[in-house]
């Protein structure tokens, strides 16, 4: 059973396109994160959400938008797709503050 | 705030070999750290974590790693590298009093060659 799923794996878009990413995790936890990952393989947090309550919103342009309708799922809108979005964006979930942190196998989004 | 500093950027050692991967923090308090591994195309991978107590920590795989606070340290270890480490590692240190984010290292390419 897949404990942090993302989806779609790859998406493919042009800029100015709006597109949507899910995250779900099975694993009961309370907490659940974005991360972006960018060419040079830099990972940094975006987001995080506890219980649907948003905790941690680092800059990011407010183009990005997480939604959690519930606490096993985390999906990330981004609207006005640009060149620089192109990136591996890996979703992430733990129980708490002192348990580590689940991650999926990341959306690799490419913009043309 | 955190930061979280690996100098190797790329390491390749022969199979059978020892490895040590180096990670270097910095954080006002006693730190969460966390080593993860990432293979091409995967998402990443908990190799081991240090909340507290023993500053040996033994993970999966065969790796340990060592807190040392007086270098603010947290290096990963391996006595013998199999060919199926050849990854990326990246070292994390959590930060619970700012949401539990981790701040991530840049990362070390391990190359294992036979």
């Known amino acids: 059973d897949t404990a942090v799923s993302q989806t779609p794996k790859y998406l493919v878009t042009q800029m100015g396109n709006d597109k949507s990413i899910k995250c779900e995790q099975n694993?009961?936890?309370?907490?659940m994160y974005w991360y972006k990952q960018d060419s040079k393989k830099f990972l940094k947090i975006m987001f995080s959400?506890?219980?649907?309550?948003?905790?941690i919103n680092e800059t990011v342009p407010n183009r990005f938008s997480p939604k959690s309708p519930d606490k096993a799922h985390l999906n990330l809108h981004i609207n006005s797709l640009e060149l620089g979005d192109s990136a591996v964006y890996f979703c992430?979930?733990?129980?708490?503050?002192?348990?580590?942190?689940?991650f999926g196998d990341g959306t690799r989004l490419s913009i043309l | 705030a955190q930061s979280v500093t690996q100098p190797d950027i790329h390491i390749t050692v022969s199979e059978g070999a020892s490895l040590e991967l180096r990670c270097n923090y910095s954080y006002g308090a006693t730190p969460y750290l966390f080593w993860y591994v990432q293979s091409p195309g995967q998402g990443l991978q908990l190799l081991l974590k240090?909340?507290?107590?023993?500053?040996l920590v033994q993970g999966i795989k065969g790796f340990e790693a060592e807190f040392k606070r007086s270098q603010s340290s947290f290096n990963l270890r391996k006595p013998s590298v199999h060919w199926s480490d050849a990854a990326e590692y990246f070292c994390a240190v959590g930060a619970p009093s700012y949401g539990n984010k981790l701040v991530f290292g840049a990362g070390t390419i391990l190359r294992v060659k036979s």
């Open positions: 240090y909340f507290s107590g023993d500053t």
């Open positions: 694993l009961g936890h309370d907490t």
């Open positions: 992430a979930s733990s129980q708490d503050a002192n348990q580590p942190q689940h």
């Open positions: 959400y506890n219980n649907k309550e948003l905790i």
